[in-house]
């Protein structure tokens, strides 16, 4: 009975490490995604570092390139992950943190950057 219970114990451990790794290693797949995106993604034209209010209606549309490179890294990940859930279903949960991780971290990097790029920015 003792080693039933601390057995238990140790597996609730060894999940509890795996989740503390898992949103550790999602997170910085975000890092590392929106890093990759941001320095792969084509130049837009000047005319996008005019605030959108002052742009007037000749600026260009963004191109479609600027758009999937953004894309590239959520559609690995959640791929990936895919295959693993697919692949080992005792992982499911530890996949779900490391995929919700991603989500927050690339999320917020990719908003950020994509607004500072599209949306214009100035001192004023």
Do not use: K, Q
Request: aromatic share 10%; charged share 10%.
């Amino acid at each position: 009975m003792h080693n039933e219970n601390r057995g238990e114990t140790n597996r609730e451990l060894l999940e509890l490490l795996l989740t503390s790794v898992a949103l550790v290693v999602g997170g910085a797949l975000g890092v590392v995604g929106a890093v990759w995106a941001l320095r792969v993604a084509p130049d837009l034209p000047s005319i996008f570092a005019v605030p959108v209010r002052d742009r007037g209606a000749s600026a260009p549309d963004v191109p479609v390139t600027y758009w999937l490179t953004w894309l590239i890294p959520p559609i690995a990940v959640y791929g990936c992950y895919g295959l693993i859930v697919w692949a080992a279903r005792p992982s499911t949960w530890v996949s779900v943190c490391a995929v919700g991780s991603f989500t927050a971290v690339y999320g917020l990097l990719a908003s950020l950057w994509i607004s500072i790029d599209v949306g214009g920015f100035s001192p004023g």
